[in-house]
Each structure stands twice: as C-alpha cells, then as structure tokens.
C-alpha cells in the first residue's frame, strides 16, 4: 500500500492529524479520544505506523505504554492538510 493509499482510507486523515498535534500521546489516551469508531481508528494508526508516518516508542514514564509521534514526512503532510482545513487569508 502507498501513503496516497493509506490517506484516503476513513479516518486516517483525523488520525495523522491527531498524532501531530499530541506528540507523545499514549495509545490508552488516544483511544479514550476516538471512542467513536476506535475500531477503524485503531486499524488507521497501524496502516500509518507500517507507512512510516507515524513511530511508535516505548514510554519512558508509563512502562507498560506506547507512545506515538508523527515521523518527519508525517508531520510535512499533516502540517499541509491542517493549512487546506484552515486556509489564511
């Protein structure tokens, strides 16, 4: 699958987007977040993951969690689709 792909699945934009605005987010947390359709949103993160736009980490402060961060290219497109949702004037 390419990232072109992965995007245009449901929720995958939302899920990108999320990520890069809550850098360091543990999985817990994020699913508490998406309680409508985690099931998908869960499925999108994975989809992300395996594309290389998103990185999961071990975190440091809760041993049994998983941390995620948008890799470079993932913040590149989520910064230019957060410019498509709010454009300047």
Do not use: C
């Amino acid at each position: 699958m390419d990232i072109w792909d992965v995007l245009s699945q449901k929720h995958a934009i939302s899920v990108l987007v999320t990520i890069y605005e809550n850098p360091g987010i543990i999985q817990a947390d994020f699913l508490k977040q998406n309680k409508q359709g985690s099931s998908v949103k869960y499925q999108r993160l994975k989809d992300l993951t395996k594309e290389g736009l998103i990185e999961e980490k071990s975190s440091i402060k809760h041993w049994n969690a998983i941390e995620y961060y948008t890799t470079d290219e993932g913040s590149r497109i989520a910064e230019h689709l957060l410019k498509i949702k709010t454009p300047s004037s």
